[in-house]
């Protein structure tokens, strides 16, 4: 039992490693998007990480909410979290791509 303990803690320790880049992740979007108010690739960058934020949470606090469930439901919520984390990277990506097309062209040509 003593391994199964040691285990947990560096999970939770990796869980809010996570937490804390993914807040750096989200503080660095609101300062892109303070610069650039009327940015749409900055704004979704935004929501991109907001979502990833929920997915860290939820992968966080589902052991404990999800401790009842059988086997297969416990699967399914993971999975379905998986997916939202996936889909968080993605909106993210697209954000990204959008504000160094447009946003960051825009800079260049004003220099």
Not at 13 to 20: A, D, E, S, T, W
Not at 38 to 43: F, L, Q, T, V, Y
């Amino acid at each position: 039992m003593d391994n199964f303990d040691d285990l947990s803690i560096h999970f939770a320790i990796n869980g809010v490693v996570v937490l804390l880049l993914q807040l750096a992740v989200i503080v660095s979007s609101i300062i892109i998007i303070t610069k650039y108010r009327k940015s749409i690739g900055a704004k979704i960058m935004v929501v991109g990480t907001v979502f990833t934020l929920i997915a860290i949470v939820a992968f966080q606090v589902m052991p404990y909410v999800t401790s009842s469930f059988e086997t297969d439901n416990y699967l399914k919520v993971q999975v379905l979290l998986t997916y939202l984390n996936t889909f968080s990277f993605f909106v993210f990506t697209i954000g990204f791509v959008i504000f160094a097309i447009n946003d960051l062209k825009k800079d260049e040509d004003k220099d």
